[in-house]
């Protein structure tokens, strides 16, 4: 469910009926009605409902250009830019409709519509790009992102790690027992390294960038580390696409992160990337 919903009462309804609207609004307005073709309206919420939660959260910023949520979008579904432009100023009024507050529709409005974008992108696969519950284990994951051009290794028990393709190298761990993957940043600092150094480092990255939950940890057998994690159930499936995105976006904000180590005693620092 999309956090900023839970602001609300019943935030399950509030999105059925957001898109409901939306699918019907532009499914009569012929000069954008095609936005919708060979999309089913019951899919389609129920789809966005499923995987709202393939998201991470950016700073405020990042919503500001509605049209980046459009950016990575299929070739195969994209629309023109005036299309999508007019889609977003119906959701808008929607959001608006269903009682929104203003400070929300940003973010709200962007989550929505990248949701969107990888539902209308399901209805148009050619091949399967939903990997089925059952299906997600440490191998076929590891075989899933290899043959979608990343560089992936076999870690630790139900771990891989994903060293090309991504900004910086990220953990993913399967965790069967509750269904859910965890995308794990961790950076080791150099030996001598007091926790309170670490700790510095994380009270920095809370101020710069407080959407980021990342914390100082102690290790009774190494050094003070900085620890980032992102966690999601994959009961319904996992959208590849979606996937994709979210380690690609937890790692670069990872990245961001680390970067507020200026005295590089972080592993992995802005010196040695």
């Known amino acids: 469910m999309f956090k900023l919903l839970e602001n609300y009462k019943n935030p399950e309804l509030i999105l059925s009926t ?14 954008i009605a095609h936005y919708f073709m060979n999309v089913r309206k019951d899919m389609l919420i129920s789809d966005v409902n499923k995987f709202s939660h393939f998201l991470i959260e950016h700073n405020e910023s990042h919503y500001r250009d509605h049209m ?16 999508f432009e007019e889609v977003f100023k119906y959701l808008v009024q929607i959001l608006k409709h269903e009682g929104i507050s203003e400070d929300h529709i940003p973010r709200l409005s962007f989550e929505i519509l990248e949701i969107v974008e990888e ?15 059952e299906d997600v284990t440490q191998d076929n994951l590891l075989q899933t992102f290899k043959r979608f051009k990343f560089d992936a290794k076999l870690a630790g028990k139900n771990e891989i790690s994903l060293e090309g393709g991504v900004e910086i190298p990220i953990v993913i761990k399967v ?4 269904k859910s993957i965890i995308l794990i940043g961790k950076a080791v600092s150099i030996e001598d390294t007091s926790f309170e150094d670490v700790q510095t480092i994380a009270m920095t990255i809370k101020e710069k960038y407080p959407v980021f939950m990342v914390k100082a940890f102690e290790d009774d057998d190494d050094w003070p580390f900085l620890l980032m994690e992102k966690s999601f159930s994959f009961e319904n499936g996992v959208p590849l696409r979606l996937l994709f995105r979210l380690a ?10 680390v970067k507020c180590d200026t005295q590089k005693i972080l592993a992995f620092n802005v010196a040695n990337h």
């Open 68 to 83: 980046l949520a459009q950016k990575t979008s299929m070739p195969n579904i994209k629309v023109n830019s005036s299309v």
């Open 119 to 133: 539902a209308r992108a399901q209805f148009n696969d050619s091949t399967m790009m939903v990997m089925k519950m």
């Open 18 to 31: 957001v898109l409901q609207s939306l699918y019907d609004q532009v499914s009569v307005n012929r000069p």
């Open 248 to 257: 690609k976006s937890f790692s670069a904000a990872f990245y961001c992160n």
């Open 175 to 178: 965790r069967p027992k509750d």
